[in-house]
């Protein structure tokens, strides 16, 4: 089940350029690369991952916390 609503999902697609997640996802769903955000609640950091990352972790961030948009909406 999709998830378009997710406010992290808003914030990736926003830092991304997009004004619509769907227009983000839709540019996104075949990458080898994604745009992933922190779902930490304070913490909004942004990094090109793997699609199916759940749990990465970047030099900004010091939790294991990035997940990537695709995941976030559920399509993958
Ligand atoms: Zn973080």
Known sequence: ???LSHPKLGTLAEAEGY???ADF???????SVVPAICV???CDH????EPDQ??????ACG???MKSGLV?????
């Open 1 to 3: 089940m999709f998830n």
């Open 19 to 21: 004004a619509e997640v």
């Open 25 to 31: 996802l839709g540019d996104h769903t075949l990458g």
């Open 40 to 42: 930490a609640s304070d």
């Open 46 to 49: 942004t990094a090109d991952l």
């Open 54 to 59: 759940r749990a990465g972790s970047r030099e």
């Open 63 to 65: 939790r294991a916390s």
């Open 72 to 76: 976030i909406s559920g399509m993958i």
